[in-house]
């Protein structure tokens, strides 16, 4: 396929327990962008990777929070001890460059009991 | 940094037009988007306005005055299909959180 894929597509952890979710953005895409969308709620920016330069982190809730784009291409997002408050939908976007329109995958729902 | 403000709901009637409104305030301008997003999906682009003026394209067009931070999407012929969240984006000068939604306008069409 040629879009922006996710997984898993959803998660369920406990309380405490770290996370990972992984996203392959389009075959040539240079920016990356991380989102969280909670219930009814708008896109919050987490963080957003751009070619080789220094990822933007300031969107990153916490500490517990971090993100990383091996190679350019497939990014992974980190989330340790996780809360309840951070179950949402967590969204990866990719365009060609942070001028052009984003292409979202599928998202990842990710439920904190 | 950056304010979006859109209204949080909308009804319209099958067969209707509706307008969609986006307000904004910005320290820098480097165009503004338009996504829709149906419940449970992640958001699909629709339109991008840079320059003032209407932009069309099928059913949807979308409007920006930059000078009054403001900026409209116009549906028409409104099918039952349209009924989604519709989130309104500014790119700022810069990369990264400049790059900012608004919190979405949920619009219902009624047959």
């Known amino acids: 396929g040629a879009g922006v894929s996710q997984s898993p597509s959803n998660k369920v952890t406990e309380k405490g327990k770290d996370v990972e979710l992984r996203c392959d953005p389009i075959s040539g895409h240079t920016a990356l962008y991380w989102y969280r969308q909670s219930l009814g709620q708008g896109l919050e920016f987490l963080i957003y990777f751009q070619g080789n330069s220094a990822p933007d982190k300031s969107g990153l809730p916490s500490d517990r929070f971090s993100a990383e784009r091996t190679g350019g291409s497939v990014s992974t997002l980190t989330i340790q001890r996780t809360q309840q408050e951070d179950s949402a939908v967590y969204l990866c976007?990719?365009?060609?460059?942070?001028?052009?329109?984003?292409?979202f995958g599928p998202g990842t729902r990710l439920t904190v009991l | 940094g950056q304010n979006i403000d859109q209204p949080t709901e909308m009804t319209a009637t099958e067969g209707a037009i509706v307008q969609i409104n986006c307000t904004y305030q910005t320290s820098g301008f480097n165009g503004l988007f338009w996504y829709q997003q149906h419940a449970g999906e992640a958001p699909t682009f629709l339109s991008y306005n840079v320059l003032d003026g209407l932009e069309e394209k099928g059913r949807f067009s979308s409007f920006l005055s930059r000078s009054k931070g403001y900026s409209y999407l116009l549906l028409k012929e409104l099918q039952m299909k349209d009924s989604a969240s519709y989130l309104c984006a500014v790119k700022g000068p810069n990369y990264g959180q400049n790059f900012v939604f608004g919190p979405g306008t949920r619009l219902s069409v009624l047959p």
């Open positions: 976007a990719s365009s060609l460059s942070s001028l052009h329109e984003q292409f």
